[in-house]
């Protein structure tokens, strides 16, 4: 991507997040994928973005975290939110776009993170990491440890979660990916999640 083409851009990936959080849409750029039969399926950009860029939300049914089970646990993202424990449950497979994006905690190409506009009710938003070319798999860190994919030389074990989730919080400075952008406007609160 040319430096001239980044150095232009003027919308603050947070207020293209906040514009699509509220229409409660995927923007276009990505398409699902059949990647192997041990992964499933993923999610492949058709068009590319920048390091930084806003992708998609994770959307789905929020709710407050009790002791329930997670009947589809593959689709369920747990998160803090001022000393609240909440839950997006995107089993729907209409839900969102994000719910196909893969785990790897090791060379991920994006970074999930919540964002509260104004204040408001927290979303998780998935920004790029790096420049993203058409036709590449998104991945992000779920930020869970000891995921039965994380280690090959084991038998998969049945009663690890493998849903995203997080292991503790992250406060601001923000990622590599968004450190030194200075365009964050001041009614947004950003959280990493992993
Ligand atoms: C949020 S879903 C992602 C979409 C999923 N691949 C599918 O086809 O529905 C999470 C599930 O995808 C699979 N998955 C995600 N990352 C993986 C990886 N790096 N290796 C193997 N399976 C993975 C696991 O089954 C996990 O429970």
Same mark, same amino acid.
């Given at each position: 991507?040319?430096?001239?083409?980044?150095?232009n851009?003027?919308?603050?990936?947070?207020?293209?997040?906040?514009?699509?959080?509220?229409?409660?849409?995927?923007?276009?750029?990505?398409?699902?994928?059949?990647?192997?039969?041990?992964?499933?399926?993923?999610?492949?950009?058709?068009?590319?973005?920048?390091?930084?860029?806003?992708?998609?939300?994770?959307?789905?049914?929020?709710?407050?975290?009790?002791?329930?089970?997670?009947?589809?646990?593959?689709?369920?993202?747990?998160?803090?939110?001022?000393?609240?424990?909440?839950?997006?449950?995107?089993?729907?497979?209409?839900?969102?776009?994000?719910?196909?994006?893969?785990?790897?905690?090791?060379?991920?190409?994006s970074?999930?993170?919540?964002?509260?506009?104004?204040?408001?009710?927290?979303?998780?938003?998935?920004?790029?990491?790096?420049?993203?070319?058409?036709g590449?798999?998104?991945?992000?860190?779920?930020?869970?440890?000891?995921?039965?994919?994380?280690?090959?030389? @084991?038998? *998969? %074990? !049945? $009663?690890? =979660? #493998? +849903?995203? &989730?997080? /292991?503790?919080?992250?406060?601001?400075?923000?990622?590599?990916? @968004?450190? *030194? %952008? !200075? $365009?964050? =406007? #001041? +009614?947004? &609160?950003? /959280?990493?999640?992993?």
């Open positions: 991507m040319a430096k001239s083409q980044r150095r851009r003027r919308i603050s990936p947070y207020h293209i997040a906040e514009r699509w959080c509220g229409l409660g849409e995927d923007q276009e750029g990505f398409e699902k994928k059949f990647i192997n039969d041990d992964i499933g399926h993923g999610l492949v950009t058709n068009k590319p973005f920048l390091k930084g860029d806003f992708l998609l939300e994770y959307r789905g049914i929020l709710s407050i975290a009790d002791d329930q089970d997670d009947e589809n646990a593959d689709y369920v993202f747990h998160f803090s939110h001022k000393s609240t424990e909440y839950r997006i449950d995107a089993s729907d497979s209409n839900s969102c776009l994000a719910r196909w994006v893969n785990d790897d905690h090791v060379h991920p190409n970074i999930m993170k919540k964002v509260a506009f104004d204040n408001n009710s927290p979303h998780l938003c998935l920004f790029a990491l790096v420049d993203l070319k058409e590449v798999e998104l991945t992000y860190d779920y930020g869970v440890k000891n995921l039965p994919w994380r280690q090959p030389s @084991l038998e *998969k %074990e !049945k $009663n690890i =979660p #493998s +849903s995203p &989730s997080l /292991e503790k919080e992250k406060t601001i400075p923000s990622s590599p990916s @968004l450190e *030194k %952008e !200075k $365009n964050i =406007p #001041s +009614s947004v &609160s950003i /959280e990493i999640l992993n």
